[in-house]
């Protein structure tokens, strides 16, 4: 199951865990990637808190935790080289994947329709 | 600004649109942040090749002493500026700044002698308070903003050659030479110099034939346009100030290290020393030093350390230094660079310190600038 944030972000849902990434709008909108910075494996995070940072030659931008949980693994391929986020953002360029407190909170974010009419 | 200031907008508006340019407020004007292309692209392309920009925005402005001498106007703008003007040859530029009675900087301009009168190229920021200083200090000159006129850099390796398919005569020129020049019959002015450490070119154009001839110079394909994205990596790689962030009146010139551009002439001993605002603390800076230099510095890391961060001695954050002035990721350097303040015991090249970065401390390395090797034809 695949969802959105009103953040740009998107999660891709399997067993209470979620694969976390920025959408293919958002890395346009932020350009080539530089640098990526992500949070620790097994940091507890809230859902609004920082969970990432990314920067482009012009500007560092935050990304936020989607969901309270529990970071279980995190994309070192980007870290090394953030250029994967621009060519393939909701692919191979995942962020981290994070074991959700509550499964059913993943209920309330948008479907992919529901995001493409909020960016068109 | 808020949003009802309706954005001024250069002669090439319409073309940055049609090149499907992003679109960003910059001094009060509707400006292309960036092309399809990408910062990272067109930074490199310019390195590489060739990038043509559109700084319409800063001021050109005329300065014409009443007596019609060029050395009346100079010994003038002498008054406002630590440089040496009169000594200036027909057809040179210069780099300057307007500073004030505290020996801060107003603005940072280029300087041409144009034989019987001055032309100057100030910030777009500044334009409007350096043209009121400018009227009301230089007495017995006529200060005319050339509001019709629109200016181009053309930057990079490549950039004589792009040139040249419109003025041969471009090969003769050597780095802040200004020559006048007929382009497509539109009478330009075309200074070789520049903001992004690559041998290049400005040229002051007709309001309304610059887009035929930016059209004319990007019909070659080594030649791109680049917005100010790139135009602000390729200046700080290259060491530039940008007035605003790195100098401002808050800084002497000698705190920015810039006393090179403060000519013999104008030093303590010299012809014409001093008789420019603020020249007891500048002279005396010349002297004795100052007690905070502005340096390059080279983040360790990847993380680019942006404007504003702060700067210690230790990576505990104790002591605190100073801060960044600018910082980027250098596509060209592959890394990030920064410049700022630091005290002069901490502004030799190799001296470690530290910058905080969303709650870390980050070691970077004080830095020689340029952080790239300079192509200026010189």
């Given at each position: 199951?695949?969802?959105?944030?009103?953040?740009?972000?998107?999660?891709?849902?399997?067993?209470?865990?979620?694969?976390?990434?920025?959408?293919?709008?958002?890395?346009?909108?932020?350009?080539?990637?530089?640098?990526?910075?992500?949070?620790?494996?097994?940091?507890?995070?809230?859902?609004?808190?920082?969970?990432?940072?990314?920067?482009?030659?012009?500007?560092?931008?935050?990304?936020?935790?989607?969901?309270?949980?529990?970071?279980?693994?995190?994309?070192?391929?980007?870290?090394?080289?953030?250029?994967?986020?621009n060519s393939d953002p909701q692919g191979k360029g995942w962020f981290f994947k994070l074991k959700l407190k509550n499964s059913s909170d993943a209920d309330a974010l948008m479907d992919e329709a529901a995001y493409q009419d909020l960016i068109a | 600004m808020d949003d009802q200031t309706v954005l001024k907008t250069t002669p090439l508006h319409a073309l940055h649109l049609s090149l499907g340019a992003r679109m960003v407020p910059f001094a009060g004007y509707d400006m292309p942040v960036q092309y399809p292309a990408g910062v990272l692209k067109e930074h490199l392309h310019t390195r590489t090749a060739s990038g043509l920009f559109d700084v319409s925005h800063m001021g050109q402005v005329v300065i014409r002493?009443?007596?019609?001498?060029?050395?009346?106007?100079?010994?003038?703008?002498?008054?406002?500026?630590?440089?040496?003007?009169?000594?200036?040859?027909?057809?040179?530029?210069?780099?300057?700044?307007?500073?004030?009675?505290?020996?801060?900087?107003?603005?940072?301009?280029?300087?041409?002698?144009?034989?019987?009168?001055?032309?100057?190229?100030?910030?777009?920021?500044?334009?409007?308070?350096?043209?009121?200083?400018?009227?009301?200090?230089?007495?017995?000159?006529?200060?005319?903003?050339?509001?019709?006129?629109?200016?181009?850099?053309?930057?990079?390796?490549?950039?004589?050659?792009?040139?040249?398919?419109?003025?041969?005569?471009?090969?003769?020129?050597?780095?802040?030479?200004?020559?006048?020049?007929?382009?497509?019959?539109?009478?330009?002015?075309?200074?070789?110099?520049?903001?992004?450490?690559?041998?290049?070119?400005?040229?002051?154009?007709?309001?309304?034939?610059?887009?035929?001839?930016?059209?004319?110079?990007?019909?070659?394909?080594?030649?791109?346009?680049?917005?100010?994205?790139?135009?602000?990596?390729?200046?700080?790689?290259?060491?530039?100030?940008?007035?605003?962030?790195?100098?401002?009146?808050?800084?002497?010139?000698?705190?920015?290290?810039?006393?090179?551009?403060?000519?013999?002439?104008?030093?303590?001993?010299?012809?014409?020393?001093?008789?420019?605002?603020?020249?007891?603390?500048?002279?005396?800076?010349?002297?004795?030093?100052?007690?905070?230099?502005?340096?390059?510095?080279?983040?360790?890391?990847?993380?680019?350390?942006?404007?504003?961060?702060?700067?210690?001695?230790?990576?505990?954050?104790?002591?605190?230094?100073?801060?960044?002035?600018?910082?980027?990721?250098?596509?060209?350097?592959?890394?990030?660079?920064?410049?700022?303040?630091?005290?002069?015991?901490?502004?030799?090249?190799?001296?470690?310190?530290?910058?905080?970065?969303?709650?870390?401390?980050?070691?970077?390395?004080?830095?020689?600038?340029?952080?790239?090797?300079?192509?200026?034809?010189?």
């Open positions: 199951m695949l969802k959105f944030t009103a953040e740009h972000e998107w999660l891709k849902l399997e067993d209470g865990v979620a694969t976390v990434g920025i959408t293919s709008h958002a890395a346009e909108q932020l350009g080539d990637l530089v640098f990526v910075e992500l949070p620790e494996v097994g940091a507890e995070l809230s859902k609004d808190g920082n969970a990432a940072t990314v920067e482009s030659v012009k500007a560092a931008s935050d990304v936020y935790c989607p969901l309270d949980g529990e970071v279980t693994e995190v994309n070192q391929a980007i870290v090394d080289d953030p250029s994967i986020v | 002493a009443k007596s019609g001498t060029y050395e009346d106007a100079a010994f003038a703008l002498e008054t406002l500026v630590p440089v040496d003007i009169l000594g200036l040859k027909p057809g040179r530029q210069r780099y300057g700044f307007f500073t004030d009675d505290n020996g801060g900087i107003l603005d940072d301009l280029m300087i041409t002698n144009r034989g019987d009168h001055l032309f100057v190229v100030v910030n777009a920021s500044c334009k409007d308070a350096d043209l009121a200083h400018m009227q009301a200090q230089l007495t017995g000159c006529d200060v005319e903003l050339l509001e019709d006129r629109a200016l181009l850099a053309l930057q990079g390796p490549r950039a004589e050659e792009v040139l040249a398919a419109l003025w041969p005569d471009v090969v003769e020129m050597k780095f802040m030479d200004v020559r006048d020049a007929s382009l497509h019959d539109a009478p330009c002015i075309i200074s070789r110099s520049g903001y992004s450490g690559e041998d290049g070119f400005e040229i002051s154009v007709p309001a309304d034939q610059a887009e035929q001839i930016a059209k004319a110079l990007l019909e070659d394909l080594h030649c791109r346009p680049i917005g100010l994205g790139a135009r602000d990596s390729l200046r700080l790689e290259a060491g530039l100030c940008l007035y605003g962030n790195d100098i401002d009146t808050t800084t002497s010139p000698i705190e920015a290290a810039l006393e090179w551009a403060i000519q013999k002439p104008r030093r303590t001993g010299g012809a014409r020393a001093g008789g420019f605002p603020g020249a007891d603390r500048i002279l005396g800076e010349l002297a004795n030093g100052t007690s905070r230099r502005r340096v390059g510095l080279k983040p360790e890391g990847k993380a680019p350390v942006r404007a504003h961060a702060k700067l210690y001695a230790d990576a505990e954050g104790k002591a605190e230094l100073g801060e960044v002035t600018s910082g980027t990721f250098g596509p060209s350097v592959e890394g990030p660079v920064a410049m700022g303040y630091v005290p002069t015991r901490f502004a030799e090249p190799g001296c470690q310190i530290f910058a905080e970065v969303r709650g870390k401390y980050l070691p970077l390395t004080v830095a020689a600038l340029p952080f790239i090797t300079p192509t200026y034809k010189r």
